[in-house]
């Protein structure tokens, strides 16, 4: 029987923090880590093909190219689910899991700064891990980050 893949993904521009969540996660059981400063690393590391149980992106600021790159990446097949990290109230929070709903997003948790430990143990023990999961292939749209423009503002009614 194949081994169930524990693999995380965390993006934080603060070198200490994603220290942190590298010893939190090695606590976990995760040894397989991917620790990233911005999205260029991220894209880099996901050309290597690997598959990521989870990914957590500390400090999200919901803006457009935030949302569009979020959307990427959870269209990517590269991810199994989503955290976001930042300070949020609760309408926020809400709007977020409904974007994501509509996007198809697989967003397991939205969590307020700082992160512990036992929030980490209660999502790591909640993720749903799948044998096989590195047969689906990551879609190219990961490669197109970089390249991404923010398009003008929909209009809010349909045509």
Known sequence: M?????????????PGRLMDYGALLNCLEFYHLSLCQDLDEVRKVLASQQRYSLFIHDDFVPGPDELVSLKTLGQSNAFRQFVLVGSYSAEEKTGLFQWA???????????????SLAQLREITDSLVLYHGEDEQPIRASVSELQDYQVPETPRRGRA
């Open 101 to 115: 709903w509509r996007h198809r997003v697989p967003l397991l948790r939205v969590l307020d700064k700082p992160v």
């Open 2 to 14: 194949a081994a169930i893949s524990r693999r995380a993904m965390v993006l934080c521009a603060h």
